[in-house]
């Protein structure tokens, strides 16, 4: 088949899936799971890694090039590396990424890169041992372990996820961005996103990026910068270096015009956009055994129905969601 062109009704080319393998986590985030969540999806409706390779073959035909594996954590997916193995085998994926907490980095590392994997994204919020636990209930000395380790192994890029909350972590983005200077490593700040009640808690928390942007203005020169495959990160490179530090910012200036992306839940829907509830569901016609050739054209159809921009601003408490169930 030849490759073909995925646009929506918009004009936007979509060329990039973010493909949840899992909704569990071993970390419980402030602003993403609630304490004591037992609401996951049943493993029974969980994609197999057959049908997660059917979808993401079909989208690559369609031009689809970039896929990142996400969660949840997508670690705690058992033979991860298996699954990484078959996507990498397909022909025109030529970028397939990871996010991830770290917190099982170490020991899987180097099988995630063997298997093809080479990017990744990790979520970092505090280099405080107590704020790191507060935010997250984890061990800080288990993930700078699993960062060694990707390091280490191979990865690269490697892009730091750190969501900035007034009063909690905000005092530590410049000790952030030192420790992702000296590893090489380009520091993306965010903003907050109002997905499920814990989201909707953090907005209140969550610092206008814009605000943060002017204060580090007055300690560097930030050069407007373009990373490949940056996502929706507006970035810019630290003048005299080649530290780069990106700002996500869903609220204050929404990207929603340049979006390219859709997402793939771990039960098997089609997410067309993180802050509405437009979706596909493909697991049905997947395990009715649908074709190749008519998925593709499920893909386009479903992808037509991606609206134009999320209301975040508007309605904040539209989606109930949480962030692990949509893919981060």
Excluded at 4 to 21: A, K, M, N
Excluded at 203 to 223: A, N, P
Aim: a neutral charge; hydrophobic letters at 40%.
């Amino acid at each position: 088949m030849n490759e073909q062109t995925l646009t929506d009704s918009f004009g936007r080319r979509i060329d990039y899936l973010r493909l949840s393998v899992t909704d569990r986590c071993d970390l419980r985030c402030a602003y993403c799971l609630p304490q004591g969540f037992k609401g996951f999806e049943e493993p029974e409706h969980w994609l197999t890694f057959e049908e997660i390779t059917q979808v993401v073959r079909a989208f690559t035909v369609l031009g689809v090039h970039h896929v990142r594996l996400t969660g949840g954590e997508p670690l705690v997916r058992r033979d991860l590396p298996a699954l990484v193995a078959q996507l990498a085998a397909l022909p025109g994926l030529d970028d397939l990424s990871l996010s991830s907490n770290c917190t099982r980095m170490a020991s899987l590392a180097q099988p995630l890169y063997q298997a093809g994997a080479r990017r990744l994204n990790l979520s970092l919020d505090s280099l405080r041992p107590d704020v790191f636990k507060q935010i997250t209930g984890g061990n800080l000395k288990q993930v700078l372990r699993g960062i060694e380790a990707a390091q280490d192994a191979g990865f690269a890029p490697i892009r730091v996820n750190t969501l900035v909350m007034r009063g909690v972590n905000d005092d530590e983005i410049e000790s952030i961005l030192a420790f992702c200077a000296e590893r090489g490593f380009t520091l993306r700040l965010i903003e907050a996103m109002p997905m499920g009640a814990t989201g909707q808690a953090a907005t209140g928390q969550s610092l206008d990026l814009q605000t943060v942007k002017r204060r580090l203005e007055q300690r560097f020169e930030l050069i407007p910068d373009l990373l490949p495959g940056g996502g929706p990160a507006r970035y810019y490179r630290l003048s005299g270096s080649d530290t780069r530090i990106g700002f996500i910012t869903p609220l204050s200036q929404h990207f929603c015009a340049t979006c390219n992306r859709v997402r793939l839940t771990v039960d098997g829907t089609l997410l067309l956009c993180l802050g509405q509830e437009h979706s596909a569901p493909l697991r049905p016609l997947l395990r009715a055994g649908i074709s190749d050739p008519d998925l593709i054209a499920h893909l386009r159809r479903a992808v037509a129905l991606k609206p134009e921009r999320h209301d975040f601003r508007d309605r904040p408490a539209h989606i109930d969601r949480f962030m692990s169930a949509t893919g981060g």
